[in-house]
């Protein structure tokens, strides 16, 4: 069966980084866009960046832009977040997902999902 298994998070204090891992089994994984996504207690589930089949092409929301970067290794099953410069606000447990169409924002939009890690960033 499918598997997206996150791994890499934790606390860091404000201004540090953390990069984030979610290894893929039981798919193809080149044949998948690969997002994440966060949820913060209380809050909706929202997303953060995506990144194309090949890796050629990333798409990120606003508020992550030139602090985040989405990666990928096909070879390896895996794709990365590397967060930089972390904003108390980018608290929230960080979900991967695989789906079909690239820029997709919507949480229907993935049909596979991983189990989350936590990443606090403390003020």
């Known amino acids: 069966q499918v598997q997206l298994v996150e791994s890499g998070g934790g606390l860091v204090q404000a201004g540090g980084s953390l990069r984030v891992s979610c290894a893929a089994s039981?798919?193809?994984?080149?044949?998948?866009?690969m997002g994440w996504f966060r949820q913060a207690p209380g809050k909706e589930r929202e997303f953060v960046a995506t990144i194309n089949r090949s890796g050629s092409s990333t798409f990120y929301t606003e508020s992550v832009k030139g602090r985040f970067t989405i990666s990928r290794d096909n070879r390896k099953n895996t794709v990365y977040l590397q967060m930089n410069m972390l904003k108390p606000e980018d608290t929230a447990v960080y979900y991967c997902a695989a789906g079909q169409v690239f820029r997709a924002q919507e949480v229907m939009n993935y049909g596979y999902w991983g189990q989350g890690t936590q990443v606090t960033a403390s003020s």
């Open positions: 039981g798919l193809t994984f080149s044949t998948y866009i």
